[in-house]
């Protein structure tokens, strides 16, 4: 017997007739002797419908009013996962983020989790009552409902994994596993057995987004055993305990063989970043923080940064990329800062996206950027930023090469999958 949390995302619950096929899956898990609690998100498409609600009703919409409005998403199929539960015969129940409570920051819309109160519901668990919690929703210290940022589902479900000391996290959706890269881009994609957390981290934070990054984040924190795997199987078909999807594990239960055989585990892309660039700012101490300061104050998140070679007369070109959501208000703060920072001219180009390769090896190899760098240099795709960590380099491109660009660096570094047209 384990104690499992299974995760439905949005196209797995999207329509009564997904709900039925998940409540089997869930059902089956549950027929197993197993406890089990079930995180589902919003169906497919209506938490879209909702945030374009909160902006249709004003463009300066209240966050915590917002949070009320998308968090409905995630209640209604959590009350519908249970109907279809119990005309199952099973037990079940809904628990809402306020009922149980998951506790957040402030933060609307963008809420961390503080703590979760899992004693209920380890105890209705284990009364043989399957509990569904609504993703994405939590409550703040002023008793009002909080979400998680889009995609926080798959972070409730590590939460409230950690909560219950879950043996397992299932996160069930649309693909069977985590692949080299988005296998409906590359077709040549190939499913990973493992991936370790920090890889998982990375590739999460640079734009692959079968899971949410801060769900890898927690589950890393929190030592939550995560599986990802898919929800569109077929009546009949082998439980989650036999079914290969990709296990998130950690460096140390990774064989080094892998570690060192593989270069490259995976590869991202991310077309939400816009790039930003100053023209002719001061070419002295202080001119830098003149510009990051009020974008941090603002909370923009920046991400690369590129200063060019001083202009003659102490003058330098800064540029840099911040979210495309967040692309008018970092006009704003820059041209409300002109007179500080002392720039000529305020470019932006939303028409960019960024190309990330990502493993461990390459800790101990060299030479993984040239390679990428001249498979794009060959197919004539030009790069326009850079920026590297210990395992990851990433790239700043024409969004219109994206796909080309995944594909010629998937073939570059071998990741195809031999069976592949
Ligand atoms: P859910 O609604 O179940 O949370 P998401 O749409 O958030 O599902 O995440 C699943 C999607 O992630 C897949 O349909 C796939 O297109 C995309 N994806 C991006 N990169 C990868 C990758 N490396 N491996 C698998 N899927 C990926
Ligand atoms: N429904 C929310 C979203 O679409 C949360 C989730 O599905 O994870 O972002
Ligand atoms: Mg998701």
Not at 361 to 377: C, N, Q, V
């Amino acid at each position: 017997m384990a104690r499992i949390v299974m995760k439905f995302g949005g196209t797995s619950m999207a329509g009564i007739e997904r709900i039925r096929r998940v409540a089997q899956i869930v059902k089956q898990q549950a027929d197993g002797g197993n406890e089990v609690a079930v995180v589902v998100s919003a169906m497919a498409g209506d938490t879209d419908r909702l945030v374009n609600f909160c902006r249709e009703a004003s463009s300066l919409y209240d966050a915590a009013e917002y949070d009320v409005v998308v968090a409905s998403g995630e209640q209604v199929t959590s009350g519908l996962l249970a109907i279809a539960l119990q005309s199952l015969g099973a037990r079940a129940r809904s628990w809402l983020g306020w009922q149980m409570p998951i506790r957040t920051i402030e933060a609307h819309s963008k809420a961390r989790i503080e703590t979760i109160d899992g004693e209920a519901l380890t105890a209705a668990m284990q009364s043989g009552e399957i509990a569904i919690i609504p993703g994405f929703q939590g409550i703040s210290k002023a008793g009002r409902i909080t979400t998680l940022g889009r995609g926080g589902s798959d972070t409730s479900a590590v939460g409230i994994a950690a909560a219950v000391k879950a043996d397992r996290c299932d996160i069930y959706t649309d693909v069977d596993g985590v692949y080299t890269t988005d296998p409906r881009i590359v077709t040549k994609a190939r499913k990973l057995k493992t991936v370790t957390f920090e890889e998982m981290l990375e590739l999460a934070s640079v734009g692959a987004k079968v899971l949410q990054t801060r769900s890898v984040g927690l589950a890393m924190k929190e030592g939550v055993r995560i599986q990802v795997l898919s929800s569109f199987t077929e009546e009949g078909a082998p439980c989650a305990d036999e079914l290969p999807g990709t296990m998130i594990i950690s460096e140390d239960e990774m064989e080094t063989d892998d570690m060192e055989s593989q270069l490259i585990t995976g590869i991202a892309h991310d077309k939400n970043e816009s790039k930003i660039t100053l023209t002719r700012v001061p070419d002295k101490p202080g001119a830098v923080a003149n510009i990051f300061e009020p974008l941090a104050e603002a909370a923009i998140n920046v991400d690369m940064i590129i200063q060019n070679v001083g202009r003659e007369k102490g003058e330098t070109d800064v540029t840099f990329t911040a979210p495309t959501s967040d692309l008018d208000r970092t006009m704003q703060v820059l041209a409300d800062a002109q007179p500080d920072i002392g720039y000529n001219r305020l470019i932006s180009d939303s028409n960019v996206a960024k190309i990330s390769v990502v493993g461990v090896g390459m800790k101990s190899h060299a030479g993984i950027a040239s390679t990428m760098f001249k498979a794009l240099a060959e197919r004539g795709v030009n790069i326009q930023a850079i920026t590297t960590s210990e395992i990851k380099v990433s790239v700043l491109i024409e969004e219109d090469y994206t796909e080309l660009a995944l594909r010629v660096l998937h073939t570059a570094y071998g990741l195809d999958a031999e069976d592949a047209a």
